[in-house]
């Protein structure tokens, strides 16, 4: 009698002791994975930040798949039994539904019955430092080096032996040398100072601010007067690397200024080519021309609604169509209205004002008064990155490099077709020109459909830069007419000229005085300039000339 | 209106501009003005009525939650007109008052409609990588906001990184705009289209079925003339008038539902109680709230950071004045000048 309660207690203890084991034995991973998920549901963003390294430090084989998931708004859990799931989309009628565990498909819901579980920027930045070390893998070189960078933002000791561990592994070139500055960063924190010199070595060829501003806190002084570096070679060593980096990072923004410069330059050289055309060439002063670019901004709207699947095409195809477009309304306004003006240059301001209003109003009344959403294409959003201190936007690259196409392609109608040949003619003479033969009239309806298609064109750069809404014209038309009354009214090259020196001495001058006054010095600068050549900086030459 | 159709209230202007304008006109005709849109404060009328966020109910608890984040140094980007002037104002002297040095905070001004943000970005970002989290407050009015944004995209400035928060764009702003350069910056209003609330989804069903268009979206200013709509028909009843000076007199104290929770009621500076949202920009136009502020919060009209506002205050029911010093005991007057 006596043994069986001992006994009972012994087996007691033995299924315990068991019991315990196999509580412990699933705590790893599967069971630490499965209720750190379960804490995300109600947790505030901090907690989520901390559920997230939790996760990460339970080693579970779907820790990727699920922070990638939360990263992406695709986390949810089911409002019925609470459990958590991987979504397959972030939206839609019913949710493809994905074990967080197993990785398999566990059949769909509708989004009403589900929760998602959200996250804010500071909870994205931490996921990201997070999935970084999951992307270290990756066998795509481009991802690797986000991952590294991502790492190197957040030196610990849990980062540093997995950067050193890749190292190891690397093939990539580029992505070996990110490595090294993390590590070198990383060394920076230690205590020997043959690592930090040999550190501060393999930084000083960096050129990126965060390098910059880490090896600068090296000969920082405190307030007491005592250096946060003990070491003064060190010291030395750092404010060298520092003076170099500091030398490469202002030549590198110097040329960025430069760019700047160039892509505002070309935005205006576009917007001025059309009417270098119409208001040089032809001497009519059209105050529809901002209209007919917003007539091409919204044919590249129109040409996205009707191919949504084929954005990145969508735009080359915007192109030839807003010339048509533009082209086909600046004949028509030529044919009705503005033949019946030539040679009165106040009426024909007037007139062509009026229909700036008219093709104003007839797209707020088609397309309604609110902007329209004209989307970037993939190929042109982002940047092309150079180094640390220098990345070139991909937009404004493009737009530089058609500005120049177009140039070049105006340039080379005019000079070596028929049509251009007889658009020279008339221009310079018309009297002769029509007694040679040449159809004076349609030739000048043909150059007006000239300007208008090229400012159409320009519509289409310009949806890709800014709001595409019915006051689209407006607010370049002044820039344009300075750029044609600045380069020299009838002559392409002056406008090219003009344009680029516009934008690059606006774009000097922003970072000292401001947009407001750079805006205000290059208008005052003009004034002056046009006061002293009343003919801008290529004079024209010709029939037109000679009235004067 | 007021002279010829003796209109007994008006429910509208849009800029803080416009609003000025009609302000004398208002005040000498004896009219009655509900200004649904948030603004800069600094300001309080008996005619007029501001259903709309003062600094203290939009600006100041947007700063908090990034305060909150973790954010050091500040980039405060303004269109250059009265409004951005105004709330930078207010804004840089609570920022100091919160200890933050004045070389973290950084103050520019560009003009209308501007298109050209390079310059800018690359500005910002140099003074976003200065070692410590920063932040851009954006008083960037209408047009210039999506280049603006576009930019930021381009040059690969993520809101992870340097998030930007906006007191001008919402639900019908985005809807014109490729949302995807925005996606996780902030937006700080008092409603947003996205709250579930059975008021405000009745809210939206109705007004869809008005515009006869479930995509139109619903925004702030629509709630606060929601709200001041049944404000003034309450004071109606209360006066059993439309006349101006009793609806004036019976309209404080009143309350009506917020569309997000809570109640709206109006105080005696003329301004309305109202709950704080701040929501992360979703890719499909919509916000998504991070953060509400416990309570509702109390519009006040004259700034408790600017030196020379401080000490005034407004209120039309026992005081009876718009201006009030608070250590001069004197009335001011008019308060638009």
């Known amino acids: ?548 | 209106m007021l002279e010829k159709d003796k209109v007994a209230v008006v429910f509208g202007c849009w800029t803080s501009v416009s609003r000025k304008s009609v302000l004398p006109v208002f005040e000498k005709d004896n009219g009655l003005l509900f200004y649904p849109v948030q603004y800069e404060g600094e300001e309080s009328s008996k005619n007029v009525i501001y259903t709309g966020a003062a600094p203290n109910q939009q600006a100041i608890p947007a700063v908090d939650y990034l305060m909150k984040e973790g954010v050091k140094r500040w980039v405060l980007e303004g269109t250059d007109y009265v409004y951005p002037r105004t709330t930078n104002k207010v804004l840089e002297a609570y920022l100091k008052s919160k200890g933050v040095a004045a070389a973290d905070i950084q103050i520019n001004y560009t003009p209308f409609g501007h298109s050209d943000w390079q310059t800018r970005v690359a500005a910002i970002k140099k003074f976003g990588t200065a070692g410590k989290k920063t932040a851009v407050v954006s008083t960037i009015n209408g047009d210039a906001n999506v280049p603006f944004y576009k930019e930021l995209g381009n040059q690969k400035v993520s809101a992870q990184d340097i998030p930007v928060v906006a007191f001008s764009v919402g639900e019908e702003e985005l809807a014109g705009v490729d949302t995807k350069p925005l996606v996780g910056h902030l937006a700080a209003w008092n409603y947003f289209q996205s709250v579930s609330s059975p008021v405000n989804k009745t809210f939206i069903d109705q007004w869809h079925a008005y515009t006869k268009n479930p995509k139109r979206t619903t925004n702030d200013p629509m709630e606060a003339t929601y709200i001041g709509f049944n404000l003034w028909v309450k004071a109606v009843e209360k006066a059993k008038t439309t006349d101006v000076t009793k609806v004036i007199a019976a309209l404080p104290g009143l309350e009506t539902p917020n569309l997000t929770g809570g109640m709206a009621k109006l105080l005696p500076n003329h301004h309305i109680t109202k709950p704080v949202l701040i929501g992360e920009v979703k890719a499909d136009g919509q916000f998504n709230v991070v953060s509400k502020s416990p309570g509702l919060v109390a519009g006040d009209a004259w700034s408790d950071f600017l030196p020379g506002s401080k000490d005034i205050e407004a209120d039309w029911v026992t005081l009876n004045c718009g201006n009030y010093n608070k250590t001069t005991k004197k009335c001011s007057g008019q308060n638009y000048k």
Not at chain 1, 476 to 502: E, K, P, R
């Open chain 1, 1 to 548: 009698m006596r043994t069986f309660p001992w006994g009972a207690q012994w087996l007691t203890m033995l299924l315990l002791a068991l019991s315990g084991v196999s509580i412990l034995h699933a705590q790893t991973p599967d069971e630490t994975f499965v209720a750190a998920l379960g804490e995300l549901r109600e947790a505030t963003y901090d907690d989520k930040a901390a559920l997230v390294e939790r996760l990460t430090q339970s080693g579970h084989a779907s820790v990727s798949a699920v922070l990638t998931a939360l990263m992406e708004d695709r986390l949810f859990f089911r409002n019925d039994d609470q459990k958590v799931f991987v979504g397959a989309t972030p939206e839609g009628d019913s949710i493809k539904l994905i074990d967080p565990l197993s990785l398999k498909e566990s059949g769909s819901a509708p989004p009403d019955s589900l929760t998602k579980i959200g996250t804010n920027n500071g909870l994205r930045r931490t996921l990201r430092f997070a999935l970084a070390r999951f992307k270290l893998a990756s066998p795509d070189p481009s991802v690797r080096l986000e991952a590294v960078r991502d790492l190197n933002q957040s030196l610990d000791e849990a980062t540093v032996p997995i950067l050193k561990e890749r190292a190891a592994k690397e093939t990539d070139a580029g992505v070996k040398k990110e490595i090294e500055t993390g590590l070198a960063l990383a060394a920076l924190d230690g205590m020997d100072s043959a690592a930090k010199l040999a550190a501060i070595n393999t930084l000083s060829s960096s050129v990126s601010q965060e390098v910059r501003n880490r090896l600068a806190l090296l000969y920082e002084k405190a307030e007491d007067g005592s250096y946060a570096e003990p070491d003064e070679k060190v010291r030395t060593a750092a404010t060298t690397a520092v003076y170099g980096i500091d030398q490469w990072r202002t030549f590198y923004s110097a040329i960025e200024t430069l760019f700047f410069g160039l892509s505002l330059g070309s935005v205006l050289i576009l917007i001025a080519i059309g009417l270098a055309i119409t208001f040089g060439v032809m001497g009519v002063i059209n105050m529809a021309h901002g209209e007919l670019m917003m007539l091409g901004a919204y044919t590249t709207y129109t040409v996205q609604l009707m191919m949504p699947n084929n954005i990145g095409l969508s735009i080359l195809v915007a192109i030839p169509a807003a010339f048509i477009v533009s082209g086909l309304a600046g004949v028509l306004m030529e044919r009705t209205i503005i033949r019946f003006l030539y040679g009165r240059p106040l009426e024909t301001l007037l007139a062509t004002f009026g229909v700036s209003l008219i093709l104003q109003q007839t797209v707020r009344s088609i397309f309604s008064a609110n902007n329209r959403s004209v989307l970037t294409p993939d190929w042109m959003s982002g940047s092309v990155r150079i180094n640390d201190a220098l990345a070139i936007t991909s937009n404004r690259l493009y737009i530089v490099l058609f500005t120049l196409i177009v140039f070049t392609l105006i340039l080379a109608v005019l000079k070596r077709t028929r049509i251009g040949l007889d658009i020279r003619a008339v221009s310079q003479n018309r009297a002769m020109a029509k007694a040679m033969g040449i159809r004076t009239e349609w030739v000048d309806a043909m150059t007006f459909g000239l300007g208008s298609g090229i400012a159409g064109v320009a519509g289409v750069a310009l949806s890709q830069l800014t709001n595409v809404g019915p006051n689209l014209g407006q607010s370049y038309i002044i820039d344009s007419f300075m750029v044609v009354v600045f380069g020299g009214v009838g002559n392409l090259w002056g406008a090219f000229i003009g344009g680029a020196s516009m934008g690059i001495v606006n774009k000097l001058l922003e970072p000292y005085a401001g947009a407001v006054l750079a805006k205000i010095v290059v208008l005052v600068a003009l004034i002056l300039f046009i006061q002293a050549r009343p003919r801008g900086l290529f004079p024209p030459t010709g029939r037109g000339t000679e009235d004067k």
